[in-house]
């Protein structure tokens, strides 16, 4: 049975069409094989494949060719090909918009990040590597503190090119002219006779171009006879309505040398201001400011009579203008001025200035009471009570004061300084009841019995106590009033009126104030971190009466914050007496017992006191209450050493080894015998600590410099490596290997121990200056400089280093080094240390005493910096100056830097003193 099913491979079958080309439709061009044409038949020509194409194109409807522009698809409106039939409606053009929007959005937040990054890159590249005027910028400024003297001073500039230099500029000679020889020769002789024109005249005559001749003669005797006729006729020879009038000529000629002479330029300006005026004034004839400034040109013209008339026509157009009266009162002498202004009163009889300047001009104290006129003016008030000469009388102005102006704070104040301390009392009360909303009121109050307390030194202590205890209430029931009156000031507020009352001498007002208002408007758990600033920002302003104030409120609400106690105890040291520090440190101990700090500054200042006995005490009731404590241990042992008591030091350091048995007691006892020569036994304590606490490394430090100190520099040299294994971390082990190899004469196994060091702690300053030190004693400056390049590239932020970069180079480019410091490293103090002594260097004194301020404020730790400071205040500075160092160093106690802690640990200087530490170190600084 046939299948009906057609057959999909019939085609292969069908000839192909006549346009075909075989590759035609996947881009290719058409070819043909050598099956299909046989050998050496070629293809079809270009003609026939444009052709065919043409009509491929057309069978298939495109209504185009591949030979159509690219530009079609970018034109909507004459679009075709494969969305030819497509309409081009609204939605695609603002799909297109859309699009066009993200784009350039993301363009320009691109943008943004690009301009940003290439700004910050700009900037960094400018701070590497400044302009040459950026850099001596600084100079600039400078040159305009240069005078005209050190102008002139300058030298000029010789020749730098280093070039022959032309003979014949310097070595050219010029034969002088016979008139010149003649003519100077005759410049020293005298004429011995007048020429006959003259001595016909009888005067000098000089030919003018007409042809006549000027008698100057004559001149000079007409000009001397008209002065001598002005003087006699001013002088009293002519008689003005029968009489004379005196006037001396030696003053009328000092009168008119004063006359100033003004320029042809200011004559202009005035020319244009006086238009100006004019012009004003006549646009607005009640513009009372216009008729002020007129006259005040006239005046500086020094036409007086214009500037009164002036003045007087603004007076006519301006009566209601207080100003202008009072002008016009200052251009008139003194009586005229009175007249001014009792004709000022009738226009403006309310004004306090009109009447306070005609009070001014009276000179009897019965003439100056204008109060008749303006009862509730309070300045006149105030002037009329400081006319009085008796208090009795100025208490009665006042009190009738207070009954016109009840309202015054400031006039029932006057009136209650005057009283007595009863009748101020109720002088207060009366103003409490008619201002009830006047915090001043309650405050005078609270000062006043605080004066009453003191102001018997016989009083009883326990009327004092209560008067004292009347001052908080008063506050309290103010501040009470005051929030019920809905007068509600700010903790700020409260807070600059105790300041004020501390200034003026009222200190227990002040601290109630504290008390009642300190606590307002600060949240609970805000509370400490708020009146811990309170009181810093009082002691900087230098109010320590409030700082004072702020703590103990503080320390009534947190009694167990040892460091709020500290503070306060800091606080006392600095600015308060010696009892009441004690009594301050003595309150801190029973709040909070388990405080060493606070029981170590307990005995030190007892200690410092002289008190030896009384801080053995101390230190006893802390060993009660810290059986355990090494700092109070180490403390009654140094106590003992220092007092000569070496024996009892021992027998504490013994207990404390076997009561609190830490390793820095083990150490410190180690340190305490070989400080005292025990040597023996000072190694016995370390072998013994090296078996309890292997991994303390002062232990090996100890032991490694003893036996240094011996010579015996195997054993040392085994107890720096048995430490390095123990603290691979510890740099000043390292170091001191190094050196102990660098004294045994072994440079090279110095280096390559620091170059292990900085291979296991990179990065590390004091391994890079250490190993420049090394170069630098062994004679190799350049290979030091090497080092120290490196150094800097791996701690770019190190003072250390920088501050040994800047003395490696030369004198000249100290100073841009300098700078490259100071940016890397603005706040190390060894920097600005360093910079100071630049300043030293150049003898700019004031600037290196303000450097060397700076550093010792970045860190006052570092002793090298004070010993600095104080070698060159000995040689630029005063006594005083060199005291202040002395008393400053002594306050910081410093203990670190290089060669502050080789002079202080040095078994020659145990026992000293921070001054004779200081002092030997100033000595040793080179």
Known sequence: MASNKPNKLAFLSMPAPASYVAGLGRGASGFTTRSDIGPAREGPSEEVIAEARRKRGEEEGGGGGADEPPEQFQDPDNEFGLFASGTYEADDEEADLIYDSVDRNMDARRRIRREARENEELAKHRAERPKLQQQFADLKRGLSAVTDEEWDSIPEVGNLTRRKRRREMYDRTYAVPDSIIVGDRSKTEYENALDPMQQESGGLETPLESGTLTNFVEIGQARDKILSLKLDQISGTANISGSQTSVDPKGYLTSLESVVLKTDAEIGDIKRARQLFDSLVKSNPKHAPGWIAAACLEEHAGRMVAARKTIKMGCDNCPKSEDIWLEAARLHNNQDAKVILANAVTHVGQSVKIWLAAADLEHEVTSKKPLEHIPNSVRLWKETVNLESSVVDARILLSRAVEVIPTSVELWLALARLETPERAKAVLNKARKAMPTSHEIWIAAGRLLEQDAYSDPDKPEADRNKLLEMVDKTIEAGVRELRRHQVLLTREQWMKEAEKCEEEGSPRTCEAIVKATVAMEVEEEDRLDTWVGDAESAEAKGKVGTARAVLAYALKVFPDKRDLWRRAAMLEKAHGTRESLDAILSRAVHHCPQAEVLWLMWAKEKWLTGDVPAAREVLEKAFIAN??????????????????????????????????????????????????????????????????????????????????????????????????????????????????????????????????????????????????????????????????????????????????????????????????????????????????????????????????????????????????????????????????????CIAAEPHHSPVWQSIAKDMKHAGKSTKDILEIVAQELR
């Open 627 to 888: 059986p355990e404590s090494e700092q109070i241990w180490l403390a009654a042992v140094k106590l003992e050493a220092e007092n000569g008591e070496v024996g009892v030091a021992r027998e504490l350091l013994t207990r404390a080894r076997m009561v609190a048995d830490t390793a820095r007691i083990w150490m410190k006892s180690a340190v305490f015998e070989r400080q005292h020569g025990q040597i023996s036994t000072a190694l016995e304590i370390l072998s013994a600590a090296l078996t309890k606490f292997p991994k303390f490394p002062k232990l090996y430090m100890i032991q490694g410099q003893i036996y240094q100190d011996k010579k015996d520099y195997p054993t040392a040299r085994a107890s720096f490596s048995a430490g390095i294994k123990a603290c691979p971390k510890e740099v000043t082990l390292w170091i001191l290997a190094s050196r102990l190899e660098e004294a045994d004469g072994k440079s090279i196994k110095s280096r390559a121990l620091l170059e292990k060091a900085r291979q296991i702690i990179p990065a590390n300053d004091q391994l890079w200056a250490e190993a420049v030190g090394v170069e630098e004693r062994a004679g190799g400056a350049t290979q030091a400089k090497a080092v120290l390049a490196r150094g800097l590239q791996e701690c770019p932020t190190s003072g250390t280093l920088w501050s040994l970069s800047i003395w490696a180079e030369p004198r000249p480019s100290r100073k841009s080094r300098s700078v490259d410091a100071l940016k890397k490293s603005a706040d190390d103090p060894v920097i600005i240390c360093t910079v100071a002594r630049l300043f030293w260097a150049e003898r700019k004194i004031e600037k290196a005493r303000q450097w060397f301020e700076r550093a010792v404020k970045t860190n006052e730790d570092l002793g090298d910096t004070w010993a600095w400071w104080l070698k060159f205040e000995r040689q630029h500075g005063t006594k005083e100056y060199q005291e202040e160092v002395v008393r400053r």
